[in-house]
């Protein structure tokens, strides 16, 4: 229906187009009429001569241009088919002229003789103009859905990588949490209840929340502070965890589990490489939607972290690539001290 009124609209406004040159053309004759004969003889005149030119037009639209451009036919055929529709929408386009708008609709006794060449030099520039600007529309319009069918099917790639990274990325997280579990199951300690029912509070986020676009922050904070107060159970006194929040609206929209992965390889990393005393900080500011996120933990400078090679911190970086249109991600190593900052405009999620 949108296409049908595309075209109506066109040719409305082509007719209005004709209409003025045919009154400037018949303004001498003008004189004798009254000025509502004039408008509606010329229109009447403008209305009958678009038949020949609509119907090269679209000879042109849907097969003459097909034939050349698609190669359906050798190209002299093409050229020669094409000439041939033209010269005969022409000759119609004159006996249209001479013997109804001429003698029926102006009522001319004596029109110019049917072979003017004048007259159809004048039928040809009405026709090729006609035509060119159906063609222009119609290469714009195609143009702009192949585009728009291309950045359908970017996006589709993009949801679909993203999907495979998240994929990619809870079963990791299960399988070190389980792993540190199994670590307090095997020294019988009482903890192990405790950090079961946090697995099943985080767990419990992933299956019901880690699928939507997006999460408030609140929700966010509250995995982080259950994965944090998880690993402290295995770690005891051994580690020294530290989490600053400053933020001025926790119902700021977060895509979730995006911090976890950081905060995550700061443990495995960090405490869960090292055999003395560590520490993790952790920090976080909200302010009017920019983000800004710091993981810094120790380790031992024997301890080779390699950031590309982590599964966590690689499919971060990535999906905040594909999700956020501002976003940054640093990492720095003095050998010491492995920090991580993530800089994030909340607001620019999905403006890739």
């Not at 009447?44 to 679209?58: G, N, R, S």
């Not at 050998?335 to 991580?340: A, D, E, S, T």
Request: charged share 25%; net charge positive.
């Amino acid at each position: 229906m949108k296409r049908v009124a595309r075209h109506i609209a066109f040719w409305l406004a082509y007719s209005l187009f004709m209409v003025f040159t045919e009154l400037v053309f018949i303004k001498t004759e003008a004189r004798r009429l009254d000025s509502e004969d004039v408008v509606r003889n010329a229109t009447m005149a403008c209305l009958i001569a678009l038949i020949p030119q609509m119907i090269f037009a679209y000879y042109m639209v849907y097969k003459g241009l097909n034939k050349i451009v698609q190669k359906k036919s050798k190209l002299p055929l093409a050229i020669a088919e094409i000439l041939g529709v033209f010269v005969l929408c022409l000759v119609f386009a004159r006996i249209i002229a001479q013997y109804l708008i001429a003698k029926w609709v102006y009522g001319v006794p004596n029109p110019a003789s049917f072979l003017e060449p004048t007259k159809y030099v004048n039928i040809s520039i009405y026709m090729l103009l006609s035509t060119g600007l159906v063609v222009l529309i119609k290469s714009v319009g195609t143009q702009l859905a192949a585009r728009e069918r291309e950045n359908l099917l970017v996006k589709e790639k993009l949801r679909t990588e993203l999907k495979l990274l998240r994929n990619q990325l809870n079963p990791h997280f299960l399988f070190n949490t389980l792993n540190n579990i199994y670590a307090l199951t095997r020294r019988k300690s009482d903890l192990a209840p405790q950090a079961v029912m946090k697995l099943s509070e985080l767990l419990s986020f992933m299956l019901y929340e880690s699928g939507k676009e997006s999460v408030p922050i609140s929700k966010e904070i509250q995995v982080l502070e259950d994965y944090i107060e998880l690993e402290s159970i295995r770690y005891a006194d051994k580690l020294n965890v530290s989490f600053v929040k400053e933020v001025d609206s926790y119902s700021e929209p977060i895509a979730p589990l995006i911090l976890l992965p950081i905060v995550e390889n700061a443990f495995k990393h960090g405490a869960g490489e090292s055999r003395y005393d560590s520490f993790i900080r952790i920090s976080m500011k909200v302010k009017e939607g920019r983000l800004d996120f710091e993981v810094e933990n120790s380790f031992e400078q024997s301890t080779e972290i390699k950031p590309n090679g982590q599964i966590g911190l690689s499919s971060t970086k990535r999906q905040l690539e594909l999700m956020y249109g501002e976003q940054q991600v640093e990492v720095q190593n003095d050998g010491q001290v492995f920090k991580v900052r993530i800089q994030l405009n909340l607001h620019s999620y999905g403006k890739i």
